[in-house]
């Protein structure tokens, strides 16, 4: 056996310390790492005196197999000084030594930030890990990598579990090399070793298991739309090889139940990224399309349900979407396309309000530009669509939380007359942009994609029959067992039969219940549609089909709450002076609470649901309504109603003159 062999003793943690503790003992600089030095020679002894018996002793609480606690922060120091020295020299050999103790599974246990009160064993292994981060910085191309290889290492290890904020540093470090690596083929490294970083952990939490096999990432995938003036040659190769070998390398470490505790969860994991959420994910999607709906709502319920993950999406990633989806870069639309897919299919129980906003924006903003589309634009558009229509439970999911519910939109009608459009193509005589080989390229996907809808629609109902068919085959024996149970107990053989089919006997009431909410919405936007041409005409027809109150305090309501209507339409029929449209203006003023407010912020707060009409004796008989409502709020604000009116009327004639390009003299 050669000397560096015979290094650190006969434990196993000794003979990966050893030869690296000698090649920092021989690479430090004497005199400047002098402590690290005498540090590294006692280490060596220290683990020379560590006898095999000793090494297999269990320490639950010890960040390093076969060692206890004390001895573990002992040999480990040395390690961190070497790491921490920002002298490549002595930092080259201790990132070779940390990355075999992550790859052969000698460091266990959950890795996070020290708490100041408590003192952790594992406390060593986060300064470890913080020292090799800020290693990344030193500009060397041999450091560079060897940070990427080992961080990793570290977070691919079944042994070890990579919490929170230490998580966050170490995607900021590949980050921060990606930005500012030494060469292009460092920078690809770094992105590829942060793709399968975050492969790792969302694998780990969709399964809730640190034992998972993870897929490698793809280099060339991850080059397809960016990075490519990156590329060095062989680089894509050189990453690739060099992402295999570090994963190969943790592959097959047996997993110690006594070394992680608690199981893995989702909230852990994602919470550094949402210290900033204050509301938790609300906005559910209706339960209500059939009895199998809530089992196939995700993928990962693991993720879905965590309010924590929910809000942090909803803080950073919709934030990122939304501040992007101006932008005409083909790339960046390409990628917030694919992002959007895996929300809808993931996470569309918990965000409803941001798929229901998305989807105008990005795709159908698209699809209904009918005469001057971007050709590859409209294209991704279609193929997303493709792949939505060939999902029956999405499709069903759309329609019953948007086109089934009066405060969203119409969002299956609007993606089904979307893809109609372009398929009957540009209207006769109308310009258009497309050539004819794109025009029919467009029929033909948009044809597809209704075809699509049309078949999962019949699978999804297909489905529903089947469960009905078993239901009726079985209905006979649970009859006859129940009419026997009757002549006991009525009671208990009527509950006995609603516990054995619970989804089927709500299915029809449900059915029912979405039809008559889907009806009630086509009505109501009838009648929202007439009112914004003709406002008194709209409200008759409400008032006739029951679709609001015939009071005037339901009236009111309604214009101040419904979406859709027009604010100058509204501010027409309040002025009016017939008797019922004043009784619904008073109604309207006196639904506001202006107790504490300035009266200028009052004057705006009013005026947000409305916009005032332009014939002075409508504004005079609302604003005059508006001084009285003040001043019974707010009553040592003016000594009479009248100064009120005077001053609010005033401020509105002022603001006119302001902002009226017909009026010169400012």
């Not at 434990?11 to 030095?37: E, F, M, Q, T, Y």
């Not at 918990?350 to 924006?361: A, D, N």
């Not at 990005?362 to 530009?369: A, H, K, P, Q």
């Not at 005037?552 to 002076?577: M, Q, S």
Request: net charge negative.
């Amino acid at each position: 056996m050669s000397a560096s062999q015979s290094l650190g003793g006969p434990s196993r943690c000794g003979r990966v310390l050893g030869p690296s503790l000698d090649k920092i003992i021989k690479n430090a600089a004497w005199r400047k790492h002098s402590h690290l030095v005498s540090l590294c020679k006692s280490t060596l002894d220290k683990l020379e005196s560590v006898s095999e018996s000793e090494s297999f002793s269990v320490d639950t609480q010890s960040p390093l197999s076969g060692l206890c606690s004390s001895d573990a922060e002992y040999v480990l120091q040395p390690l961190f000084l070497a790491l921490d020295s920002a002298y490549a020299k002595v930092v080259e050999p201790a990132l070779e030594c940390t990355f075999k103790l992550f790859s052969l599974g000698l460091v266990r246990g959950e890795i996070d930030r020290p708490h100041k009160s408590t003192a952790s064993p594992s406390d060593i292994v986060f300064n470890m890990i913080d020292a090799i981060c800020k290693s990344g910085g030193l500009g060397e191309e041999a450091i560079e990598l060897g940070v990427l290889r080992v961080l990793l290492s570290a977070v691919g290890s079944p042994c070890v579990l990579i919490r929170a904020d230490c998580l966050i540093q170490i995607v900021r470090t590949c980050y921060n090399v990606y930005l500012g690596g030494v060469n292009g083929t460092n920078q690809i490294c770094a992105k590829s070793v942060l793709a399968q970083i975050m492969t790792i952990v969302f694998t780990r939490v969709e399964e809730d298991s640190m034992d998972v096999s993870v897929k490698r990432v793809s280099v060339s995938e991850l080059l397809e739309f960016t990075d490519k003036n990156l590329n060095e040659g062989n680089s894509i190769h050189f990453c690739q090889n060099f992402i295999n070998e570090v994963m190969e390398a943790s592959e097959g470490l047996p997993l110690k139940p006594s070394s992680i505790s608690p199981p893995l969860e989702g909230p852990n994991v994602s919470a550094p990224l949402s210290k900033a959420a204050d509301e938790t994910g609300t906005d559910k999607f209706d339960n209500e399309a059939g009895p199998d709906r809530t089992n196939r709502f995700s993928e990962s319920p693991n993720l879905s349900d965590s309010s924590l993950f929910l809000n942090a999406i909803k803080q950073y990633l919709c934030l990122s979407l939304l501040k992007n989806s101006a932008l005409s870069a083909m790339a960046i639309f390409q990628l917030q396309c694919s992002i959007f897919m895996n929300l809808l299919s993931k996470f569309r129980s918990g965000l409803k309000k941001e798929i229901g906003m998305f989807f105008p924006m990005l795709i159908l903003r698209v699809l209904e530009n009918v005469l001057q589309p971007s050709f590859l634009q409209k294209m991704t558009v279609l193929n997303l669509l493709d792949k939505i229509s060939q999902d029956p439970q999405i499709i069903i999911d759309i329609f019953v939380n948007y086109d089934c519910d009066v405060d969203a939109s119409n969002i299956f009608e609007r993606i089904v007359n979307g893809l109609l459009k372009t398929a009957l193509g540009p209207p006769t005589g109308s310009t258009t942009a497309l050539s004819p080989a794109q025009d029919i390229t467009f029929r033909h996907e948009s044809v597809k994609c209704l075809v699509s809808i049309i078949k999962s629609m019949g699978a999804w109902m297909d489905q529903q029959i089947r469960i009905g068919d078993i239901y009726l085959a079985k209905s006979p024996e649970s009859c006859s067992i129940a009419e026997s149970h009757l002549t006991l107990n009525a009671e208990e053989g009527n509950a006995s039969d609603h516990e054995l089919h619970p989804d089927v006997n709500s299915e029809f009431s449900d059915a029912a219940t979405l039809e008559q909410r889907r009806a009630y919405k086509i009505e109501l936007q009838k009648g929202i549609s007439l009112f914004n041409r003709k406002p008194s005409k709209g409200i008759e027809f409400l008032i006739s089909n029951k679709k609001i109150g015939s009071s005037p305090e339901d009236v009111a309501l309604f214009l101040k709450n419904t979406g859709g209507l027009d604010g100058t339409k509204i501010g027409d029929y309040l002025g009016e002076r017939e008797e019922f449209s004043l009784k619904v203006m008073h109604a309207y003023v006196d639904s506001f609470n202006f107790k504490g407010i300035d009266f200028g912020e009052a004057i705006r707060f009013f005026l947000q649901g409305f916009r005032l009409p332009g014939e002075a004796q409508k504004i005079d008989r609302i604003m005059e309504k508006f001084a009285e409502r003040y001043c019974k709020c707010s009553p040592s604000s003016f000594s009479s109603a009248d100064t009120a009116y005077v001053l609010a009327y005033s401020v509105i004639m002022l603001n006119t003159d302001a902002h009226n390009n017909m009026v010169k003299d400012k």
